[in-house]
């Protein structure tokens, strides 16, 4: 079968789809991959990606001309290319991709949907008009899919609900998984030590993970923070500005964006993730509690999914720097619940979320 995966940025296609893409091509399956640049194309290839095919994209574009001559592009592609089933995440691959693949006449169109993003966290008159747009192009890019994939339940029945798609069309998948081996236990620092992982916007929290590092450290000096991520262009973005008092007081280490994270997580002993953003699940915290870290993150779709406040990890309110301080606070101050529940997080991992373990049901779910 030639399989056409659609991504709107090439990183997500070995960071989150690599094993997946790995094991279509060892079932003998023809793998092609469209994105919108020449970006990390050796990474892509070495998945063994039959051939690669850049459809340009501007990802936080809101012009309708920008996005129809990407569908038109995409519809070129697939024409082309004549894949059996086209595979698409992301929001503008999902809608675009859905339709051009409609227009091209493939068959199969399978897309999953990552979590909502943006458009679906604030409530400014400006995103409620943009939310209403968004909903009918999804709506009509549902009625051109033949299954919808969602990453977490408040995802899936918000959209049923809200009549976007029929029931009977989706399907639900625990995140995109992570791979245990990578990233795997080797014991519990005994060190106080926060991480928090992500883009540097506002959305992700991370204003109340400095605001709440301060306070943690004013009644715990030995408390280390540890804040990792790049700074984002896209609207949210926050200025260097804006989190630079908390990096020269010494409230927070700030390393920046490493291509690895994983001996970073290795020396924290709590992974934090204070997120308002609509993700599907977090593959943040699917790495920590691969780890076996216990997860301190926000009652939000999503989070909550992953972790289970009191089992493996606690939840707090989302823009809430005070009670997100107390939970930092608390896990410092118990040190036995905090060991109970690393072993849940990664018991609860190793049952759902390993990339085995999820891959095995999206093949089902591809029916490849």
Known sequence: MKIMVISAKNK?????????VKELVARGHEV???????????DVMALG?????EV???????????DVRYMFKLRKVFKAEKPDMVFAYNIKPVVYGSMAARLAGVKKVVVMI??????YTSNSLKTKVLRLITNTLYRMAFTCCTKAIFQNHDDLNQFVDA?????????????SGVNMTRFHFDGLPEEHCFLMVGRIIREKGVME???AAQIVREKHPEARCILLGGYDQAMGGLDPAEIKPYIDNGTIEFPGEVKDVSPLVKQCRYFVLPTYYREGVPRTILEAMAMAR???TTDWPGCRDAVQDGVNGLLTEPKNAEMLADKMCWMIEHPEEVARMSQRSIEICRERYDVNVVNAKMLKLLEV
Request: aromatic content about 8%; charged content about 25%.
């Open 163 to 175: 009549g976007l798609v029929r029931r009977d069309k989706t399907a639900h998948i625990d995140g």
């Open 56 to 66: 340009p994209l501007v990802k936080d574009n809101t012009g309708i001309m920008g």
């Open 32 to 42: 092609l991959v469209t994105g919108p640049n020449q970006d990390f194309i050796e």
């Open 114 to 119: 990552t979590g909502l993003g943006r458009v």
């Open 209 to 211: 993970y400095c605001k």
């Open 294 to 296: 216990p997860v301190i």
């Open 12 to 20: 997500t296609v070995f960071n989150f789809r690599g094993d997946l």
């Open 49 to 53: 990606v039959k051939s690669f095919h």
